[in-house]
């Protein structure tokens, strides 16, 4: 673990855990956000994180639900086109995450934006739930990299590293968390 991330407690002090940079905001302290969502912002950029507890899909290859669950966040953002490819890397979270890396293009306020998300499935063993974690970056935002919350390549790649780092040190505390 950098200096620039730090063990975050999710969905309680013993729900899960995972390592999270320093400088986000955590969108519940300032507004109402579901039970089943974490939601952190970066500073410094319009780039977000969003943790899910949703009511595991019936789906039996984790790859297509990986898949079904980014194309529904498409559709929540009314995404003009995307698509996504599948990030084969080494595993190094006992949860087996399915990592896919996703494009997204997007009308808002007059102008076109690109955002990228990365995301993790994690299928929860046992328990009728999947846990998701997206990393979304605003790539372009009609103004160009760097402006309007949109981020520089150097943000970018740094964002790419937060997530993989986040994807391999998720951890479920109590798996009482997914008693309903």
């Known amino acids: 673990m950098s200096n620039r991330h730090a063990p ?12 999270l940079p320093i400088n986000l905001i955590n969108v519940a ?24 507890i949703l009511q595991k899909v ?11 669950h980014l194309d529904a966040i498409a559709e ?21 995450p399915i990592v896919l890396d996703g494009r ?31 990393f979304n970056i605003p790539i372009e935002t009609g103004q160009g990299r760097g402006r309007n919350g949109a981020v520089t390549a150097e943000q970018e790649q740094l964002i790419a590293s937060d997530f993989y780092g986040a994807v391999d040190s998720l951890r479920i505390v109590d798996y009482n968390l997914f008693a309903v």
């Open 104 to 134: 997204q293009v997007l009308k808002k306020a007059g102008s076109i934006h690109h955002l990228r998300t990365l995301f993790a499935l994690f299928r929860v063993k046992g328990k009728n739930h999947d846990v998701v974690v997206s």
């Open 58 to 68: 019936d789906i039996e290859d984790p790859e297509v639900a990986a898949k079904f």
């Open 29 to 52: 302290d300032t507004q109402e956000i579901p039970n089943s969502q974490e939601i952190f912002v970066y500073r410094d950029s319009g780039a977000s994180i969003i943790i899910d």
């Open 76 to 96: 929540e953002n009314d995404s003009m086109e995307h698509n996504s490819s599948i990030v084969q890397r080494p595993v190094t979270n006992e949860l087996s």
């Open 8 to 19: 975050v407690n999710l969905f309680g002090d013993n729900g899960m855990r995972a390592n």
